[in-house]
């Protein structure tokens, strides 16, 4: 299947309802991943982690931390995306992927390493704004990947953090900043809801 960029934002919805018959297989969830983590992040620094919450131990757990969502449960599976806080300190495993298959010298990599280190070290600021934004980059891209493979989605922010971090041992580096469920839409599910005009919400300058 192949859908235009354009045709997965203009049918994509927010799914609220889940046919709870259907599962996505391990290689399914594998390449929605992989097309999430082809999004931005600034330097490169890949400050995500996901979580595919797919069994029902597991969804058992983030039900009770997403307040009792039923979505949780009949979503074939939902991803708990994370902004990582501290990826500044792991970006060596970036320099060995952009010096062996990205063509970038080691003095290269080198001076991008300083950069990262400069504007992330100390400064906590910097770290959750971040990790918070590579994260939404990453939960978009997540639910436009679904989209194009005929599958639905459904965002949610409507959680407990804590309870997140502690029912599936993050650790406190690795921040919850979203859940997205997968799967196959069953009934009842809204359209698309309108949206403003664009005059409303651009001022072009």
């Known amino acids: 299947m192949t859908m235009s960029v354009k045709s997965a934002l ?3 919805t927010a799914i609220n309802y889940f046919d709870a ?3 996505l297989t391990e290689q399914q969830i594998e390449e929605l991943v992989r097309l999430a983590t082809l999004a931005p992040t600034a330097f490169n620094l890949q400050n995500w982690h996901f979580v595919a919450v797919q069994s029902d131990a597991a969804k058992q757990k983030l039900h009770a931390a997403a307040y009792k969502q039923q979505k949780v449960l009949d979503a074939s599976v939902t991803f708990i995306v994370c902004g990582e806080i501290e990826s500044h300190k792991n970006f060596d495993r970036v320099v060995k992927t952009l010096v062996e298959r990205g063509g970038v010298s080691e003095a290269d990599a080198a001076v991008w390493k300083g950069k990262v280190v400069a504007t992330h070290e100390n400064n906590p ?3 959750h704004a971040e990790a918070f934004r590579s994260a939404s980059l990453g939960a978009m891209a997540l ?6 493979q005929g599958l639905a989605s459904g965002p949610m922010s409507g959680f407990d953090p804590a309870a997140v971090s502690a029912a599936f041992d ?3 580096t690795r921040i919850p900043v979203m859940l997205v469920s997968v799967g196959y839409a069953a009934e009842g ?3 698309q809801k309108p949206r403003l005009d664009v005059a409303q919400v651009l001022d072009i300058v």
């Open 170 to 172: 993050l650790p406190a």
């Open 125 to 127: 600021t910097t770290q």
């Open 189 to 191: 599910n809204y359209p």
């Open 21 to 23: 018959s259907k599962s």
């Open 10 to 12: 203009e049918q994509r």
């Open 143 to 148: 639910m436009l990947a679904a989209e194009e």
